[in-house]
């Protein structure tokens, strides 16, 4: 697998390359319920993956709250973008058992080594509309979680809508932390159902604020 190798002089370099970036191709970033994501315990953030912008809205949103976060990759796609194992990529290859063990375990040591840091995870496994239903995830999110006492669970909800401007907006619903702790008596296949409930109900909600223009929550970021 392909370990992360952080720089925190070319993270904080990136930062303002990827801001610029997201300004000029999107009208705003509205999120909300920001202030409730962890950043001083170790948590989990996993999200839909509608779009190949996600992870640099994750690096965003992370810069954001200041928080030491780091991100699961398709190895494929981390092999033609091999600079983000500087910003705390580290690869996966879900479709090979022993490896998509070998990501879970640095995952895991990962979040165990330092109790300050985030992890962001896209369990779907790959690019999907977000309207897509039923959401399915692989087991992977459960298992990680269920080996980090005390571990942070948050779902993100994410969708791009063109409302009125030239450039669309994106939008981010920030959902209830759940703590996972050793203790859990869920098997990972249950956790993991509970998981996919919780983000199915995030993206509802968040199309039911955009179609009903229900944003005095929102807050833009970008």
């Known amino acids: 697998m392909l370990k992360a190798n952080k720089n925190r002089w070319l993270e904080f370099l990136f930062g303002l390359y990827n801001k610029n970036l997201l300004r000029r191709r999107f009208h705003s970033i509205l999120v909300d319920n920001l202030d409730s994501l962890f950043k001083n ?13 996600d992870g ?46 070998e990501s879970l375990n640095y995952a895991i040591n990962l979040l165990k080594a330092d109790q300050t840091r985030t992890l962001w ?8 509309p977000s309207d897509i239903r039923p959401i399915k995830f692989y087991n992977g999110l459960s298992r990680i979680a269920q080996q980090i006492d005390n571990c942070i669970v ?13 450039k669309p907006d ?10 996972v ?19 199915t109900q995030l993206l509802d909600s968040l199309s039911f604020d955009i179609a009903t223009n229900n944003l005095n929550r929102y807050e833009n970021i970008l």
């Open 41 to 53: 315990k170790p948590s989990v953030i996993y999200a839909n993956h509608s779009s190949w912008w």
């Open 56 to 101: 640099l809205i994750a690096f965003h949103i992370s810069q954001r709250i200041k928080a030491d976060s780091f991100i699961m990759m398709e190895e494929k796609q981390l092999r033609k973008l091999f600079l983000f194992r500087k910003l705390g990529a580290f690869s996966v290859v879900r479709e090979n058992p022993r490896k998509a063990i």
């Open 121 to 128: 995870i896209f369990p779907q496994g790959e690019i999907l």
């Open 154 to 166: 948050t779902s993100i909800a994410i969708r791009y809508e063109f409302l009125g401007n030239y």
């Open 170 to 179: 994106i939008f981010v619903k920030i959902g209830s932390a759940l703590k």
């Open 181 to 199: 702790n050793l203790t859990n008596n869920k098997n990972p296949k249950s956790l993991t159902e509970q998981f996919q409930g919780d983000l």
